[in-house]
């Protein structure tokens, strides 16, 4: 079938029930999805111009969604990485995301779309190649570095889905799924966070300036810029360059304001389409 006519079949195929399936590419004009690769298994390159379109939206929380089943699959297969008092803890986490991924594939299938090949990951950032500087150091054997990468990826989680919902528009029922696993993906973040904090590290539930840094090679920043980049903002605008007053309208006991570090703990701030592609593409 050639790519125009499956467009229009794309279009005017129905969903189970009623709801039609226009909307995964009802915002992408034919000639910008002509241009769109129709897989995301082979690596993108950090600087790729990244589309925003609902289908592609779609495409990148697939491949979110594969990428941490891999991480918690390989996570419990590894012998002795994961604390036996926290085995079924993990286990919990790969069944949820195991339930995203399987929803984002029905989505795709009832669109009459197929679903791109899975990529093979490599979660010590060497993408395969053994003589790569390892960018994610014992990640599968020491535990402490496996949940500090559990942490910035399903922080980024959270960050990408945050984002997600304000682009899948024109499908409600999608729309509501993405904002409720959103929410999921801030539960496995704080509970991530509190298994580190319960083993010293300094850091809260929620992402926070007072968190210690996560030493990472230079190479890896992408991870932490796409995690919580950003989440020290102090400042958020009602409009274009139309800043809050926190300073008059937070004013708590004693008519102080409420303290410079409680406000980034207070807002999510997004993460851009291609900012997450770049920390996905460290693993593939």
């Known amino acids: 079938m050639k790519l ?4 229009d079949h794309l279009a005017a195929t129905p ?3 009623t709801a039609p399936r226009r909307a995964l590419l009802q915002q992408v004009g034919r000639a910008a999805v002509a241009a769109l690769p129709l897989s995301l298994g082979a690596a993108l390159p950090a600087v790729a111009d990244t589309k925003d379109s609902s289908f592609d939206v779609i495409l990148q929380l697939l491949l979110l969604e594969r990428l941490q089943v891999a991480f918690y699959a390989q996570g419990l297969a590894a012998a002795g990485l994961i604390p036996a008092a926290q085995t079924a803890d993990f286990q919990r986490l790969l069944a949820h995301q195991t339930q995203h991924l399987t929803f984002f594939g029905q989505v795709l299938q009832n669109a009459g779309a197929i679903s791109p090949v ?4 490599d979660f010590s950032g060497r993408h395969g190649v053994a003589s790569n500087p390892e ?6 054997t020491s535990y402490d570095a496996y949940l500090a990468l559990a942490q910035q990826l ?4 959270v960050r990408l889905y945050k984002a997600a919902a304000f682009k899948i528009t024109s499908d409600a029922s999608v729309s509501r799924v993405v904002l409720r696993i959103h929410a999921v993906e801030a539960q496995h973040s704080a509970h991530v966070r509190g298994l580190r904090r319960s083993r010293g590290a300094v850091v809260k539930n929620w992402p926070s300036e007072e968190d210690a840094l996560i030493d990472r090679p230079g190479a890896a920043q992408a991870l932490t810029i796409a995690a919580t980049g950003g989440e020290e903002t102090a400042i958020q605008y009602v409009a274009t360059n139309v800043a809050v007053p926190f300073a008059d309208l937070l004013l708590i006991r004693d008519g102080n304001a409420i303290h410079d570090p409680a406000l980034p703990e207070a807002f999510d701030e997004l993460v851009t389409t291609a900012v997450a592609q770049a920390a996905l593409n460290l693993f593939i």
């Open 4 to 7: 125009i006519s499956f467009l």
């Open 15 to 17: 969903t189970t029930g």
């Open 118 to 121: 899975a990529p093979t990951f």
């Open 135 to 140: 960018l994610f150091p014992a990640v599968l």
């Open 154 to 157: 399903e922080d980024l989680g």
